[in-house]
């Protein structure tokens, strides 16, 4: 198998993850996947899974016929109005993507369905992206995140592009971003949505810009036009639209330390200046809405003013940017068009709650997607980092999903490493986030984790977490013997002088004694002192030398 | 030159990090050491610097003979009371160590003086570490940051330890803690202690449990004494005790998910459990006090019951073990002796901010130096992130110093890369607390940086950033030609696709045609428009093909 170009697109990652099956949870008429972790102790624990069939192995994977079309069968409600999940909930149907999301977040379908009526919820599912598995973004639920892929100019080809997206979804992303450029833009786009069991959003003017050579200023609405209705065609579940660049916000941005950062929003300043016209985004918006209504695309609304920098954060121009969204929000939902809008960028820590708390005043609380926040600029190499530390305060605060960055950031185009470590890395800060929201689920895992650390189940500790093969790798590195693997203890203090060794030991012995409560302790039990002093000599178990 | 062992330690990195070179400012009699950063604009960028004279081309570096003794010539005040720089500060005196302090903060030498006074912030220097070059922990200066090294009866060598001090000094760690295990304990703190720049700290227990075989209940206040006053000659600065490990609060722990986590917490615990006393390091505290009064050695009151998980945060043992500190901390205090509070552990971003609370009611106010807190317990092998997202929140809610955690955490010991890695991601959380809490120097790096990104000044913007080497390195990755150091694109989007290049090119035109404000653009120019058209066109400047 091959692309039109040559390169072979054979070799995406198949596979369960360490210590763990693909499952499906039956649920009335649907099946649910998670990833069903085995532990050793015969129990198993079940996972939220975005990795699609690629994770099972009684699965079989052609890249060339795609996805199994999961949705064809699934009854669309024949009723008026535009063909939206967003419509249909507000007229009180519960779809089957919301039923299929209920049982994915462990929730009633109703809450689904009322969220999305309220706009405060999106389900990105193109009526021509069946082979998808549907999720929903909003702050009531799991907090997701995005990835972001694509070639450009400089870089990587289509096969790459496609393992990407399996390799992304494989460790946890709930949707993916092509953001393509350069050549074999569609092609690779048929490819990618072809096989992702994820929404897959893009920023069609970026396509629409290849088509006039990379002139900005030779854009117009008909070009633009057309390439959002030969995405929505493939099958594209969300579109980032930087409609809210408004001709007289330009010069708010002429005294930041970054001017304009978003790539569509530089794209559209010049063409705004060079024609000294309002933006065709803004002003056909409501034909935008017409188009996206009819295959149910959701809008991400971009922000293309972010602050690419400290300095230039939470400005004029970003918040002015931030007005005109809301606005937007308001046209597109009377379309019955679902909604996200975008979000910073670069934020001082201080001043991110401040963002959501406007977004959701601007927006009618419409699901935010923000990229990071970076909590400083000074660390490129580890902006994974610096924006896990801004994502995870945000997403406390009701950011529905993160865009992750990579350790590539500012510096180069993200290999197939450098989208696990920011996949795995957004995780931690919406799994952080779900915890800090008090989400019902979310701490049995940790609970779960800790407990196979605190009993030295090595290998459960490995498959409860992000990433079992580095874990495990880790592990090995210090004490690779595969005896290790059930040692009571671990490498940091030896086996002599084990903590939790300790501990375990100080608990049993508590327990046995009815020790486990002040009063018992403060009664006096020296007679038992000396059992425990021969007990406390057998704390060392030499089970490797 | 060799160890008694026979281990060579001749191996420390020596020289500048890139694009910078050593420099001293002179402040009355004092030098204060600087990274002074070369831009290739021609001007200089100074930054905080702890690696000592490792990066100074000038220095010669003789580990067998240690570092230059600084602080042997500063005089130290003839005056009643205890010699510390807290009684010192009480009277009214400012010391060469606090001078030293102010030119390195940039802060009034009255301001170091007052808050040290006060018990709010430390100065961790004994008068036998004279090669150390001060520095404070106190929530009005700059976040520190404290590495954790040593090695363990599994794992590593004097050598590797000495290498991994000047190490994670030359990337930023303000203290070090030496934590080794095992053999050899007293000669690795010695080849340490004489070439180490930062403040060291230790927790002298585990040395103590060396010397009874690793039987925690055959310790005594007598050979804990010992212990500590032969570390105190040889010139540890700080010290973590866990004496707030009351008896009664063992129960506490017996229903934990993790029970107790904190080798020296679990030490303590067995040997109260065993002899059913209260701890000799809270019956023997005033002792104490009195011996680290002599050197100035500032207590680190340890927290024995940190949790060990998100299931184990703020409960009753964790909070009334830090009750107790409160009491050690006026006790200490009324001694002359500095303190700083230990803190947590594992614990969701919610309830992290009444940890802070807490203390500083309870403690006076006194230091806090946090390990992490990590913010969930499912990623181990990125442990680094989840506590760098606990870490930045709990610095900028008032903690003074923040301990690293490595990506090795709970798997295994960290090696020299581990080491760098927990170091800077440290950095970014500290220094995201720093712009948080609007330090007043701190936003001054990061609008160098974000300028020289912009103005695609890659040399400066690697220069600048935390770790020069690896930004480098990512970058060069995809783009390796030299040209592309200079090239006015980046790899992301390409030549042709540049969204800071479009930017660049609107600010221009804007200022050129007085477009600075909302007013001139909505006056409406559109004669300049064809202007634009053309200038739009030369977007791509091909410096790389």
Known sequence: MATANGAAVDTVTTGPIEGS?????????????????NLTNGDTFDVYDTSGPYTDDNATIDLEAGLPKLRDTWVKPQVDGPPTQLAWARQGIITPEMRFIAAREGVEPELVRDEVAAGRAVIPANHKHPELEPTIIGKKFLVKINANIGNSAVSSSIA??????????????????????????HETREWIMRNSPVPVGTVPIYQALEKVNGDPTQLTWEIYRDTVIEQ?????????????????????????????????????????????????????????????????VTFSLGDGLRPGSIADANDEAQFAELRTLGELTKIAKSHGVQVMIEGPGHVPMHKIVE?????????????????GPLAT???????????????????????????????????????????????????IAAHAADLAKGHPHAQQRDDELSKARFEFRWRDQFALSLDPDTAREYHDETLPAEPAKTAHFCSMCGPKFCSMRISADVREYAEKNN?????????????????????????????VS
């Open 160 to 185: 790459e592009e496609v393992e990407k997206m399996v390799w992304a979804t494989r460790w946890g992303a709930d949707t993916i971003m092509d953001l393509s450029t350069g050549k074999n833009i």
């Open 232 to 296: 929505c065609e493939q099958g594209v579940d969300y579109m980032t639209v930087h409609a809210g660049v408004l001709l007289r916000y330009i010069p708010l941005t002429a005294k930041r330390v970054t001017g304009i950062v978003s790539r569509g929003g530089s794209i559209m300043a010049a063409w705004c200046l060079a024609h000294h016209q309002e933006s065709f985004l803004y002003t056909h918006f409501e034909e935008l809405c017409e188009i996206l209504a009819k295959y149910d």
């Open 355 to 371: 963002n959501v708390r406007l977004e959701e005043e601007l927006c009618e609380e419409a699901p935010f997607y923000t990229l």
């Open 21 to 37: 099956v693909k499952h499906y949870k039956e649920v009335d008429d649907l099946r649910i996947p998670v990833r069903r972790i």
């Open 377 to 427: 600029d000074i660390a490129p190499a580890y902006d994974h980092i610096t924006s896990a530390i801004g994502a995870a305060i945000i997403a406390q605060a009701g950011t529905a999903m993160l865009c992750y960055v990579t350790p590539k950031e500012h510096l180069g185009l993200p290999n197939r490493d450098d989208v696990k470590v920011g996949v795995i890395t957004y995780k």
């Open 515 to 543: 020790l486990t409560d002040v009063e018992a302790i403060e009664a006096g039990m020296a007679e038992k002192s000396a059992e425990f002093a021969g007990a406390g000599k057998k704390v060392y178990l030499p089970v």
